[in-house]
C-alpha cells in the first residue's frame, strides 16, 4: 500500500519548525550558542549563514523568523533582480508600520548577487528597515561586498556529524513507516551516511528514494540497494 501523501518530500515533512526540532549546529544554537542568546535576547543582527548544502541554512532562517515573530520574506538570487529586491523592501518597510520588529528579508545562495543587487539592501539593512540573512555556500569574504558583509554576522554551519544524520534518519523511517502502516527492514545505513556526506537533506531524499523502491517488496534494505538507488537517481 502507497501513503497517501507521498507526493511532499520527506525532508519537506520533516523540516524542523523550533529550535528544539533543529539537529546539528549545536556550536550557534546549542545552549550556549551564539545565536541562540541573540535570539532569547529578542534581538539579532544581519547575518549570512555561510556551509554546505543541506546543513539547514533555509530552516534556520525560517525558525529565526517565527521566534521573533516577524514578518518574513524571500527572494532566491537565482531568479531575482534589482528591480525585486527593491519591491521587497517596500513591502517590508509597509509591513513594519504594523510590527513591533523588522522584517526579515531571506536571500538564498546570496553569493549569486551581482554588486549592484547587493548594492539595493545595503540602504535598508543600514537603517534598520529589515533584517537581512543571506545564505550562501561560499566565502562571504570573496562573494559578498564589503559593505554589506561588514554589517552582517558571519554564522559558520557545519557539516551534520554521523550521529545527527542518524537522528535524521531515524525520523525519517519512523514517518515512513507510519505511512506505510508495516515495517520496513532496513539495513543500508552504513551506505546511507557514505552517499549523504554531511548533508541532512540528501539523506532524507535518499532514504526516501529507496524505501519508497524497495517498500513494495519483503526484500530487506541492505547497502547494495541504497548505492543502487543513489546512483540511478544522480543526473
Not at 10 to 19: G, H, N
Not at 134 to 161: D, H, W
Not at 199 to 225: H, Q
Request: glycine residues 8%; proline residues 5%.
Amino acid at each position: 500500500m502507497s501513503p497517501v501523501n507521498s507526493q511532499i518530500p520527506l525532508a519537506e515533512k520533516l523540516r524542523p519548525t523550533s529550535l528544539d526540532q533543529y539537529v546539528g549546529q549545536s556550536h550557534i544554537i546549542g545552549k550556549d550558542g551564539v545565536l541562540r542568546r541573540a535570539l532569547e535576547s529578542g534581538h539579532i543582527p544581519s547575518m549570512i549563514l555561510w556551509g554546505p548544502p543541506g546543513t539547514g541554512k533555509t530552516t534556520l532562517a525560517n525558525i529565526v523568523a517565527t521566534i521573533l515573530d516577524r514578518p518574513f520574506f524571500a527572494l532566491s538570487a537565482i531568479n531575482s533582480g534589482v528591480k525585486d529586491v527593491r519591491e521587497v523592501i517596500s513591502k517590508a518597510q509597509d509591513k513594519s508600520l504594523f510590527t513591533s520588529g523588522n522584517p526579515i528579508l531571506f536571500i538564498d545562495e546570496i553569493h549569486r548577487f551581482s554588486k549592484s543587487q547587493q548594492d539595493s539592501l545595503l540602504g535598508a539593512v543600514e537603517k534598520g528597515l529589515v533584517t537581512l540573512i543571506g545564505a550562501t555556500t561560499e566565502n562571504p569574504s570573496f562573494e559578498v561586498i564589503s559593505a554589506l558583509l561588514s554589517r552582517c554576522q558571519v554564522y559558520v554551519l557545519q557539516s551534520l556529524e554521523v550521529e545527527e544524520l542518524r537522528e535524521l534518519m531515524n525520523r525519517g523511517m519512523s514517518l515512513l513507516q507510519s505511512e506505510y502502516d508495516k515495517p520496513i527492514q532496513f539495513n543500508g545505513e552504513k551506505a546511507l551516511m557514505r552517499v549523504s556526506g554531511g548533508d541532512g537533506r540528501k539523506l532524507l531524499n535518499n532514504l526516501e528514494l529507496v524505501v519508497r523502491t524497495y517498500a513494495g517488496t519483503d526484500r530487506p534494505i541492505l547497502d547494495d540497494s541504497v548505492l543502487e538507488v543513489a546512483q540511478r537517481s544522480i543526473p
